[in-house]
Antibody, heavy 123, light 108 residues
Framework: QVQLVQSGAEVKKPGASVKVSCKAS????????MHWVRQAPGQGLEWMGI????????TYAQKFQGRLTMTRDTSTSKVYMELSSLRSEDTAVYYC????????????????WGQGTTVTVSS | SYELTQPPSVSVSPGQTARITCSGD??????AYWYQQKPGQAPMLVIY???ERPSGIPERFSGSSSGTAVTLTISGVQTEDEADYYC???????????FGGGTKLTVL
């Protein structure tokens, strides 16, 4: 079955970086773009960006440009989200989510979601 | 910056019809998508491309579009439908993805 499995919870100090992984299985990894979405405690969903697992191209939300890096490893069917210069406001659950469209198309629905990774930023 | 606007909360009794609206200037040009999120769980897609229902989603969930607004309708609401609902759409240029602020559906 189609599945996204994310890495475990992280606790980081302000100013540090965090790297979260998302392993895809059950479908052709390079056939669907991947989104990252986060949710701060008690807040709504916030889109962070998207990566093309085939070519590695990315688009980041303006809010995160300069601090966010998305990468992929086709040999392990994993995408990665790295956020730097962490601050307390980055405390959130981070989700990867598959784009429903078949590449090269994207910005369709997010039809499969990972289980979420809690990132806590605290001194 | 572009925004999608949803009511913070909607309340209905079991068996009634719940309607959740989402408004945004780009919605006449871009498809909208709806997600259900229950506490402690990842979001789940319930409507895509304004009106389409993924396999496995009950028929009581439907979507519609009119001008700068889209609507998620849940007919014959059940207690298990109590959740947060989010609309999502690309911005007018198709460059970025935007989520609405979310609507908490309470089934009284």
């Amino acid at each position: 079955q189609v599945q996204l499995v994310q890495s475990g919870a992280e606790v980081k100090k302000p100013g540090a970086s965090v790297k979260v992984s998302c392993k895809a299985s059950g479908y052709t990894f390079t056939s669907h773009y991947m989104h990252w979405v986060r949710q701060a405690p008690g807040q709504g969903l916030e889109w962070m960006g998207i990566i093309n697992p085939s070519g590695g191209s990315t688009t980041y939300a303006q809010k995160f440009q300069g601090r966010l890096t998305m990468t992929r490893d086709t040999s392990t069917s994993k995408v990665y989200m790295e956020l730097s210069s962490l601050r307390s406001e980055d405390t959130a659950v981070y989700y990867c989510a598959r784009d429903r469209a078949l590449a090269p198309y994207y910005y369709d629905a997010m039809d499969v979601w990972g289980q979420g990774t809690t990132v806590t930023v605290s001194s | 910056s572009y925004e999608l606007t949803q009511p913070p909360s909607v309340s209905v009794s079991p068996g009634q019809t719940a309607r959740i609206t989402c408004s945004g200037d780009a919605l006449p040009k871009q498809f909208a998508y709806w997600y259900q999120q229950k506490p402690g769980q990842a979001p789940m897609l319930v409507i895509y491309k304004d009106t389409e229902r993924p396999s496995g989603i009950p028929e009581r969930f439907s979507g519609s579009s009119s001008g700068t607004a889209v609507t998620l309708t849940i007919s014959g609401v059940q207690t298990e439908d109590e959740a947060d609902y989010y609309c999502q759409s690309p911005d007018s240029s198709g460059t970025y993805v935007i989520f609405g602020g979310g609507t908490k559906l309470t089934v009284l």
